[in-house]
């Protein structure tokens, strides 16, 4: 891409920023969002109309209030095209290896068709884009502008606190929906550069099991052990709930969260009046990043009860009923860190 059709898609993106501002007053961040996805799907960047997706739902045979879900999701299989650094068609004008979340990368990678939403909050310091290979519709990424790393322990990165406290900044802004971080070894498909997902309910997952799991230990609000997967969980006001979490997770961090290996999902749900937040905290291991048994990989989403999974061989098994409630538990339990 030449200078002046370089100032062309600078113009564009000022001109679309705006006018998503003007949205995001009007209706929010979510209507916002949406334009943007409407936008990004007349620009052609957004091809995939999850019309190959297909849902399995895998109920416990014992307990009817517990049960996993899994998604066939084909395209998902490509986003680790994302892991490495690829080469630039005209390696002057690649910086970072070519970063898939860096903007001046992204203007001449997807020649013009990918446009984000420069985002006014959390001091202005993220960019919002849509997801090529999106888990549930509307499904975008938040994304530092700068190319800092995803991992609180890298040096120039972001700390878990100030992480944590920028994803709940969005969760807030997005009432109703799922917002969450995956560390390195935790399902980042993209390690080197700092992002969030941020998803809107789709009709049938307006409680996901790990939610549920929360919800059956009200009084708790603190380690449960009633799903495979350990977690903290904190429930209440905003300005309650972020300083709690911040709190234990500076203390976790002094202690088993210190090891070099230690990686975590988070993950933040506004609720959809806008009163009440949750927020949850999975330890993780970067050793232990996939469960045994399926080809995918685990991160929030999958910590939150549905897996994702793309291969043939997977669909196979997923028709025949081979995988199950069993299954999934297995694969939780298989990530989960005691701490
Ligand atoms: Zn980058």
Redesign the pocket.
Known sequence: MDQLNSRAYLDLWEALDAQLDAVHARNGLGGALWSLHEHQVQSGFIQDDLSSLRRFLLPCPTDPERGFSAQFNPARGRRFRGAGPIQAADSDLS???G????AE?IWWQQQGAEIGYRLRPAQGRYTAWMNPFPILPGHAVI??R???PQHWQAPGGLSLHELTADLSTFSALLPGWLTFYNGVGAGAS?P??LHFHVVPRAPGYEIMPLEAAARRCPQSDRVLWDYPLSFMHWGGPHQQVLPEAQAWMAQWQAESGSEADATANIIASTSASADRLDLYFIPRHQRRFRGEGLAGIIGGFEALGEIVCSSAEDLRRLESGEVDYATVTSLLRHVSVAF
């Open positions: 910086i970072n290896g970063c898939f979340l860096c990368n994304a530092s700068e190319h800092w993209i080197h550069h």
